[in-house]
C-alpha cells in the first residue's frame, strides 16, 4: 500500500485507479493507494446471512412506511435522519414492556415503551393451566401507562406493538409480586 503525502497530482483522487488498485482519501487528508480487495470466494456464515436477510427486509419496511406513514417524517423534522432512517430503526427496534402493577380494584397498569410509539397494548389473563380467562386492549392514560380492567385473576401476559408491527410478550406469572402493598384475594 503506497501513502501519498502532498502531492499535487494526487490531491483528492479516489476511486478505482485501473483495475486492480483502489485510491481513497482518509479523514486526515492522506491518500491511500492500495489493491482492490477479492471478495469473490466469501463464505457467509449462518448468522452473517441472518443479518443480512433482516437488514434486507427493514430497508423493504422503511422505503414504503417512510412515505406512506407521516409519523416518521414528523420524527425525522428538525434532526440528522431522515424518514427513512426513523422507519428503519423502528423496524429494528421492538417495544419494551418496562413493568406492570395490579390495583385492588382489578386495573391492570402496563408501562409500555417504544423509541417511536407503542401503538397498542393487549392483555391476556389465563388460569394455571394456561387456558385464557379472559383478553382485550388496554386503554392509553396519562400519556404513558396503558390500563385495563380485568374481571378474573391469574397469571397476565402482556403484548405491545410499534408501527413496525414488532410486538413484546412478557408474561407475569405471580402479579402480585409487583405491587406487594395489595392483598390477594381467592
Not at 471478495?39 to 436477510?53: I, K, T, Y
Not at 401507562?145 to 413484546?168: C, F, L
Amino acid at each position: 500500500m503506497a501513502k501519498v503525502k502532498e502531492n499535487i497530482v494526487m490531491s483528492g483522487l479516489s476511486g478505482s485507479l485501473g483495475p486492480d488498485y483502489y485510491v481513497r482519501t482518509t479523514k486526515d487528508g492522506r491518500t491511500i493507494i492500495s489493491r482492490k480487495p477479492n471478495f469473490g470466494n466469501r463464505q457467509f456464515s449462518e448468522a452473517q446471512l441472518n443479518v443480512q436477510s433482516r437488514t434486507k427486509q427493514a430497508a423493504d419496511y422503511a422505503k414504503v412506511a417512510a412515505k406512506e406513514n407521516p409519523i416518521y417524517a414528523q420524527k425525522a423534522a428538525g434532526t440528522s435522519k431522515n424518514a427513512y432512517n426513523i422507519a428503519f430503526r423502528d423496524w429494528c427496534r421492538p417495544p419494551v414492556i418496562r413493568s406492570m402493577s395490579l390495583f385492588h380494584d382489578g386495573t391492570v397498569r402496563v408501562s409500555a415503551h417504544d423509541d417511536m410509539m407503542v401503538t397498542r397494548v393487549t392483555v391476556t389473563v389465563l388460569d394455571e393451566a394456561g387456558q385464557c380467562l379472559e383478553q382485550g386492549d388496554a386503554e392509553l392514560t396519562l400519556g404513558v401507562w396503558w390500563d385495563y380492567r380485568a374481571a378474573n385473576h391469574g397469571r397476565i401476559q402482556v403484548e405491545a406493538w410499534d408501527p413496525a408491527g414488532n410486538v413484546t410478550r412478557r408474561e407475569f406469572d405471580d402479579p402480585w409480586i409487583f405491587t406487594p402493598f395489595l392483598k390477594k384475594t381467592a
